[in-house]
């Protein structure tokens, strides 16, 4: 298949997926904020379209973009607060802005030359980042329509058995040099360059903490022991009242949890998820262990490769799957890929060599130290932007996301 064909085929797909979501969100939640950290979920879809009209063919054609009030409202600018974002239009509206402005976008790729040096055109640029923007904001609206559930009746579900034979084990990692980042030409900025790094031999998780494991701390009293939490962690804490992942209700014995298609049982090998960094930094105090520093996680992710097809990813399951039953890697270690997002220990700055592109909002002013990285990607993140190298970021206090930790030591 040609490049242009690979690109129209692959925006489609990307775009059925967004639809799919835009079925699943109740109309009386779509122009209504749910959170502080959030735009109306709404929003979200609008942006998407707004963004690739921008790129393709505002940044790359330089030409006006069709629609200069809702290229506004969908925009993720300062003087477009997320409070004045619920003036957008209602689910007809945003159905058509999407398809007037992909429509541009699919017109712009037939008439461009993509074998060319221009940074935004050149093999398809502007095209590809539109690609992986959409899959990164399916990501939020799926966190978001946990926050809708949160408010809505949730059916009866089957209690799974709390019970499990699976122990958490730590794999002995050699140390070693490799190089982190790459050249890639349709990565984000921020995983670029590509630099030497080298690595002190550790010893990391078989897989990422279960369900299970996170019970033990609950019921060991981990949400009550100030001298397991950081002070900042225990300040937050305290603030939010937290006393179990976000998310998680109890159901019994076991547990349950309000994912973005309703409530369903937790399994208790399934990945702990909707942690904080600072839950995951108080658990691995508990456990006498540690976080992996990032360039730990992408070390022992840079042996052999990430393969979507053998990850939990793409929202094909209705949550996480039980850790430890997919193919690992050379090392020994399941579940890099797909799953959860794993916590890592690593703030969120530059490599060398950074240079912020297409803009600077997209890293580099989030580049100030205040968030912690993540790693590896969810059971909702989609095939796009599942890679070794892909790095999110979240602030420590962010427990919305499909968030889980692997130990270190
Ligand atoms: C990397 C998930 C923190 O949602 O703010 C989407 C991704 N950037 N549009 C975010 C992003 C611009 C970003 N995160
Ligand atoms: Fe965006």
Request: charged letters at 30%; glycine letters at 8%; hydrophobic letters at 35%.
């Amino acid at each position: 298949m040609g490049r242009k064909a690979d690109l129209r085929d692959r925006l489609t797909t990307v775009r059925e997926r967004t639809r799919w979501l835009l079925d699943r969100v109740p109309d009386e939640f779509l122009r209504r904020r749910v959170h502080d950290f959030y735009s109306p979920i709404g929003w979200h879809f609008g942006h998407v379209g707004r963004t690739e009209e921008y790129w393709v063919v505002g940044e790359a054609l330089k030409r006006p973009l069709l629609d200069d009030e809702l290229s506004f409202l969908f925009a993720d600018l300062v003087e477009n607060p997320k409070d004045n974002r619920v003036n957008i239009p209602d689910r007809a509206g945003i159905i058509e802005y999407l398809e007037r402005t992909r429509r541009r976008v699919l017109d712009a790729l037939d008439e461009c030359e993509l074998e060319c040096e221009d940074p935004y055109l050149a093999d398809g640029y502007a095209w590809e980042f539109a690609i992986q923007h959409e899959c990164q904001h399916q990501e939020t609206i799926a966190e978001m329509l946990q926050l809708i559930h949160k408010q809505l009746p949730s059916a009866v579900i089957e209690a799974v058995p709390w019970q499990t034979d699976l122990r958490s084990e730590m794999v002995d990692i050699p140390g070693g040099t490799f190089c982190m980042g790459t050249d890639d030409r349709h990565v984000y900025d921020n995983e670029k360059e590509p630099h030497e790094v080298s690595v002190a031999s550790f010893r990391i998780g078989r897989t990422p903490v279960t369900a299970f494991e996170w019970t033990q701390f609950m019921d060991d009293g981990g949400y009550r022991r100030p001298e397991l939490w950081s002070e900042a962690g225990w300040a937050w804490r305290d603030a939010e009242q937290a006393e179990a992942p976000e998310y998680w209700v109890r159901q019994g014995d076991a547990w349950a949890y309000i994912g973005p298609f309703g409530a369903r049982s937790i399994h208790p090998d399934e990945p702990a998820s909707s942690l904080s960094w600072f839950e995951a930094e108080a658990y691995a105090r508990w456990a006498g262990k540690r976080l992996p520093t990032e360039e730990e996680w992408e070390y022992v992710a840079s042996h052999g490769q990430i393969d979507p097809a053998e990850a939990c990813h793409g929202l094909a399951s209705w949550g996480p799957t039980p850790v430890g039953r997919r193919r690992p890697n050379p090392l020994g270690l399941h579940d890099l890929s797909g799953n959860v997002w794993e916590w890592t220990s690593t703030p969120f700055l530059t490599y060398p060599g950074f240079a912020a592109f297409p803009y600077d909002g997209y890293s580099k002013d989030h580049m100030k130290g205040a968030h912690r990285v993540c790693r590896g990607g969810s059971w909702a993140t989609a095939a796009p932007i599942l890679r070794r190298t892909f790095r999110n970021w979240y602030v420590p206090t962010y427990r919305q996301g499909f968030l889980g930790v692997r130990l270190a030591e």
